[in-house]
């Protein structure tokens, strides 16, 4: 049998389920594949710093593989839909029996994968997909009434028990060499035509050894101190794995038994520090799990329904000036500037921006959730919808309160003395502390750094409004 390993967000070779299987059951070889998909690419919005770090990835994983002597060739195809025909064409050119890949959990993803196992069947291959990009089976958690969950805390309480009751699922081993099968590697493109912009190489760079060095660096002398450090962004207090974790460098296994490790294998006791990070390690799953439960957030939907009414104001000018981090809110413009600089955003900041942009703003998180992936390394669409459709009050947060943060307080309590401000916007790096949060108009004189573009507690009692006349709304 000779196998076909379809790499995608599984870009790496050590604890990778489908590439263990494929090597394993192959006896006479795998072949590797990796499909690049431009014009898909940028219609799921991906940036010029996600593709170039993915190209990279791949590069890197290229040559892992070159020495286990499994060369990795590449298809071409704009789009998803010349897929299937594409792959299975590859498959009869190299005599391979069966394909092999790792699941993905977006609408998109799920049809061609769908559509590639109906094609191989129907010409007589066997297709095997695996769990691999999250650590519990995300469809098979499900609530006392057999539904999704719609809330973190008891997702995160099912995902524990089922862990303490099944145990960490093992490591796949790093696959054996094999025999050379005379088929060459495939030249990796440096760029691709239409993703050209600014890039911060030196900030990512690829492969899982600097991965496995960070996780390592992270978990030894960080992660103790993760529960209180993670919310002030001018330390680096978190791991900044997200790259890593979003194209598979990393898989999430890998990560979660390091922090094990560091808590005497307590998954949800213990050192605090681990289990906050933990606990973050199961955001992310569990946003994978809405994707399944409510497919509709892959289609431009809120997780809420009735907020689809909302009347979010399409004002260009205020989101242009959000997009460059010139709002004259100086917390919201270093974490607008430290995305576009360095292609990565603090959580905290992350948060704060993305209220600013919705609640104050009130511009449709959609616009937001664009330009983010736009512009991230690590843009991951489940996080990333996640993340915004939390913060604009249309997803997953079970607060029982209306939530605003107040820009000026956030940014006085996670950059306490303004370090993280000067660092990202310099026309404020000259202000004393009490005024770095809050520019006075004679500080400003010397400076092209704007006023405030609103007015937050006009802008809060607005948009409480907005969202009370559509409880009033949905509830007659
Ligand atoms: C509006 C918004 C958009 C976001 N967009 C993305 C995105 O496109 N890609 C992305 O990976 N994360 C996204 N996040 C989640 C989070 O901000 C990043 O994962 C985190 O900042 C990455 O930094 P880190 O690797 O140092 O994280 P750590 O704090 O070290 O956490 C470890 C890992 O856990 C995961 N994680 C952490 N926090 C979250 C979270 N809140 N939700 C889901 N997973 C999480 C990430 O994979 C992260 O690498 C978004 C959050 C918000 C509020």
Redesign the pocket.
């Known amino acids: 049998m000779r196998a076909l390993m379809w790499f995608r967000s599984d870009l790496r070779v050590q604890d990778n389920a489908a590439l263990h299987h494929a090597c394993k059951a192959a006896d006479k070889g795998a072949i590797a594949v990796f499909a690049i998909c431009p014009k898909q690419w940028a219609s799921h919005d991906w940036g010029s710093m996600k593709v170039d770090f993915v190209l990279r990835s791949v590069s890197a994983l290229s040559a892992a593989l070159a020495k286990l002597n499994i060369p990795l060739v590449l298809i071409r195809s704009e789009h998803f839909a010349q897929v299937p025909g594409k792959l299975l064409a590859l498959a009869r050119r190299y005599a391979c029996d069966a394909l092999y890949f790792n699941r993905e959990y977006e609408v998109n993803e799920q049809q061609r994968d769908r559509e590639v196992t109906t094609w191989f069947r129907e010409h007589h291959r066997d297709v095997h997909a695996f769990t691999d990009q999250v650590i519990v089976d995300v469809g098979r958690l499900r609530t006392g009434m057999g539904g999704y969950y719609t809330v973190f805390t008891p997702f995160k309480r099912k995902w524990c028990h089922v862990l303490k009751e099944e145990g960490l699922p093992s490591v796949s081993p790093r696959p054996r060499r094999q025999e050379r099968i005379g088929i060459e590697p495939a030249a990796i493109p440096a760029t691709l035509r239409g993703f050209a912009g600014h890039l911060r190489q030196d900030l990512w760079p690829a492969g899982e050894q600097v991965a496995h060095k960070r996780l390592r660096t ?1 978990v030894s002398r960080k992660i103790g101190d ?1 529960h209180r450090a ?1 919310d002030f962004p001018a330390g680096d ?10 194209v598979g460098v990393l898989s ?1 296994r890998q ?1 979660l038994r390091a922090a094990l490790e560091a808590n005497n294998g307590k998954l949800d006791s213990g050192k605090q520090g681990v289990t906050t ?1 933990i606990s ?2 199961i ?2 799953e ?2 994978r799990h809405v994707l399944i439960g409510f497919p509709r957030v892959c289609r431009g939907r809120p997780f809420k329904p009735a907020t689809d009414s909302l009347p979010w104001r399409d004002d260009e000018e205020q989101f242009a000036a959000w997009c460059a981090g010139r709002t004259g809110f100086p917390i919201v413009d270093a974490g607008m500037r430290q995305l576009a600089q360095t292609g ?4 905290r900041l ?2 704060i ?2 209220m600013f942009l919705t609640k104050d703003l009130f511009i449709d998180w959609r616009w ?2 664009r330009h ?2 736009r512009n ?1 390394v ?11 459709q ?2 604009a009050s249309t997803g997953t947060d079970a607060a029982p309160y209306f939530r605003m943060f107040n820009p000026l307080s956030q940014g006085r309590r996670c950059d306490p003395d303004g370090s993280f401000i000067r660092r990202f916007v310099p026309e404020l790096a000259g202000l004393p502390d009490s005024r770095v949060h809050r520019p006075d108009v004679q500080s400003l004189a010397a400076t092209d750094y704007p006023p405030p573009i609103i007015d937050h507690g006009r802008a809060r009692k607005f948009v409480t409004q907005a969202f009370r006349r559509l409880r009033g709304r949905t509830s007659h």
């Open positions: 992270f993760y993670r207090g978190t791991s900044a794995l997200s790259p890593y974790l979003a999430p990560c990070w973050e390690l955001w992310r569990f946003y990565w955003m603090h959580n992350r948060m921006v993305a937001g959730e983010f992936m991230l690590d843009g991951d669409f489940a996080s990333n919808n996640g993340g915004w939390w913060s």
